[in-house]
T-cell receptor, first 116, second 114 residues
């Protein structure tokens, strides 16, 4: 089991561009959550996808959008990039069935996005 | 507002020494509290999880405590090793509309010197 994988590992973009980050969940997991982690800060929840729909959303603008595919993998899209979007973007997968109250999230290694 | 505050922000200790990290939260309604270890440039890895009725949980040299009345938790690391150098993040999950939303603290950066 490869665990949660993310691609690319690093990315450099310029202001105003658009970016797509990808995530493959741990085998058997059906839920994917995305987080933004600025340097020296804790992860901030962006949104969660389950059954190909956005189920929960944090306090992020509409420039941040996502998608979940039938194989449970997910994409995070960010439009009109700002300098402040530079961060480590983490993907976490989990199983929403069973015991969601104790739902453990397994994190990927993240994608480091730099906006110049 | 749901918040998780951690202290200290950073900590430097010598190898073999013990240390304790603190986490205070205002998250409600409380579901569970996890401590994660995050190595530099890597994703967080879960160390312990505690629900409302649990007040202590151990995982090897890591022992977490929870006081749900005062909304405080601590993570105690015994006989520290160089590999313990990492960021330790407290995450408190609350229930909202049938879902469970994690709220992350900023983390405590621990450096273990030989």
């Amino acid at each position: 089991d490869a665990g949660v994988t993310q691609s690319p590992t690093h990315l450099i973009k310029t202001r105003g561009q658009q970016v797509t980050l990808r995530c493959s969940p741990k085998s058997g997991h059906d839920t994917v959550s995305w987080y933004q982690q600025a340097l020296g800060q804790g992860p901030q929840f962006i949104f969660q996808y389950y059954e190909e729909e956005e189920r929960q959303r944090g306090n992020f603008p509409d420039r941040f959008s996502g998608h979940q595919f039938p194989n449970y993998s997910s994409e995070l899209n960010v439009n009109a990039l700002l300098l402040g979007d530079s961060a480590l973007y983490l993907c976490a997968s989990s199983i929403i069935r069973g015991q969601p109250r104790l739902n453990e999230q397994f994190f990927g290694p993240g994608t480091r996005l730099t906006v110049l | 507002k749901n918040q998780v505050e951690q202290s200290p922000q950073s900590l430097i200790i010598l190898e073999g020494k013990n240390c304790t990290l603190q986490c205070n939260y205002t998250v409600s309604p409380f579901s569970n509290l996890r401590w994660y270890k995050q190595d530099t440039g890597r994703g967080p890895v879960s160390l312990t999880i505690m629900t409302f009725s649990e007040n202590t949980k151990s995982n090897g040299r890591y022992t977490a405590t929870l006081d749900a009345d005062t909304k405080q938790s601590s993570l105690h690391i015994t006989a520290s090793q160089l590999s313990d150098s990492a960021s330790y993040i407290c995450v408190v999950t609350y229930a909202s509309g049938g879902s469970y939303i994690p709220t992350f603290g900023r983390g405590t950066s621990l450096i273990v010197h030989p």
